[in-house]
């Protein structure tokens, strides 16, 4: 059994556990459970993967610390190599100094039987990714991070990291890339791969990731990286331009091998050139925000997405084969008491009209597939669908 601890917005991370690994369940409100092991950096919605060790039902932190001590005690006695440890502690109500008298007790446990300990200070109960990933916690069997996590059943699961996201790596992609448009928007490229996994689910990696409003190209390159094929078409040539440059310099510099096409095109009247055999995008999300619009204002930009991304499925649905899946970011509006306006065409019927249906996921509600950070009033939406 392995344990992703999600990110942010944890509802996408467990959908797209969900569609990448088959099945998963959400273990507490920042974890969920599956039963393959994690690849952490095919993952833009798991922060850290780990194997499960023990799930102690219904523990206090006392119960854990001993059993840590014990466990550890036993399994690194003697060995002839030092261990880097850090421990995460999720959902327990415990200080950070707690944490560090588990591992004091641990090293002294180890001295005796002449394996020395380094201990990660913890700053708070949760190493972040940064700490973890910087010392490289989970590669490798002498650099340990230890995940503790409290479900919403009470019990306590402890588990083996298996490594963090690799956050310099998601930097560089992201701020590395040769041409960057504010205007057109910067997609982050975790929320790229959530998009790409959410769609694609378990394809195998030959499939080609269509994305028709490929803007700068986030979508193709981090297609390329998950080692798909990609095809990337944009109305605007400049964006096609942009494309080029960037996937050039992800083959050059990220070492993205797979195969792309790029097109000027409208999505709203594109034929598109087979094959392909999942579309992921972030399709036109209306003009920036800083405060929630205006009802006139709102009407009005919501009727012309509607427009635009209602042309787009009605172009492409008989360019698919039936069972096509699709992961469409569209916009969805938040206003000051936390609420969403939403497109109508995330209506059942209206999808059905233009020849889609949600894929069902047992995880999430469809309605929660949101991203936004706090100060934003365009949120994305992400639809998951799939041609009928
Ligand atoms: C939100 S941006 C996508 C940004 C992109 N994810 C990136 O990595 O830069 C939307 C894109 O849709 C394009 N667009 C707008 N209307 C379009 C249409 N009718 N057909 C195709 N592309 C369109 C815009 O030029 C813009 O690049």
Not at 57 to 62: D, I, L, N, Y
Request: proline share 5%; glycine share 8%.
């Amino acid at each position: 059994m392995f344990i992703a601890i999600l990110g942010r917005q944890s509802h996408l991370g467990l959908a797209e556990l969900e569609r990448v690994y088959g099945s998963a369940s959400r273990f507490s409100g920042t974890s969920a459970i599956v039963e393959s092991p994690i690849d952490i950096q095919r993952l833009g919605g798991s922060l850290k993967a780990g194997r499960v060790i023990m799930q102690i039902p219904r523990a206090s932190w006392r119960q854990v610390h001993t059993k840590i001590v014990h466990h550890y005690g036993d399994t690194w006695g003697a060995l002839d190599y030092k261990i880097t440890l850090g421990i995460s502690v999720y959902g327990l109500r415990i200080a950070p100094r707690d944490i560090q008298r588990a591992g004091l007790e641990l090293k002294k446990v180890l001295k005796a039987q002449d394996t020395s300990l380094r201990l990660i200070p913890n700053s708070s109960v949760e190493l972040n990714t940064a700490t973890s990933h910087h010392n490289k916690l989970g590669l490798s069997a002498n650099k340990v991070e230890v995940l503790v996590v409290q479900g919403n059943d009470g019990s306590v699961i402890v588990a083996e990291s298996t490594g963090a996201q690799n956050i310099t790596a998601l930097a560089a992609r992201d701020q590395g890339r040769p041409k960057r448009d504010a205007f057109v928007g910067m997609l982050p490229p975790k929320l790229a791969q959530i998009i790409i996994n959410l769609a694609a689910g378990q394809a195998n990696t030959s499939s080609t990731i269509l994305d028709p409003f490929c803007g700068t190209g986030v979508i193709p390159q981090e297609a390329l990286l998950l080692g798909y094929d990609t095809y990337g078409t944009d109305l605007a040539d400049k964006m096609i331009d942009y494309s080029q440059i960037n996937l050039s310099w992800a083959r050059d510099t990220l070492h993205a091998h797979g195969n792309y096409r790029l097109t000027q095109g409208d999505a709203m009247t594109t034929k598109w050139q087979p094959p392909f055999d999942a579309v992921a995008c972030e399709s036109y999300l209306g003009q920036p925000f800083s405060a929630p619009p205006s009802p006139s204002k709102l009407r009005e930009v919501r009727g012309n997405c509607n427009h635009i991304i209602t042309s787009f499925l009605r172009n492409i649905a008989p360019q698919l084969k039936s069972g096509t899946p699709l992961c469409v970011a569209i916009p969805a509006w938040r206003s000051t008491d936390g609420s969403f306006t939403h497109l109508p065409l995330t209506q059942q019927q209206e999808l059905q009209a233009l020849g889609f249906a949600r894929i069902p996921l047992t995880t999430v509600s469809s309605r929660d597939l949101l991203y936004y950070r706090e100060e934003q009033v365009v949120a994305r939406e992400l639809l998951v669908i799939q041609k009928i």
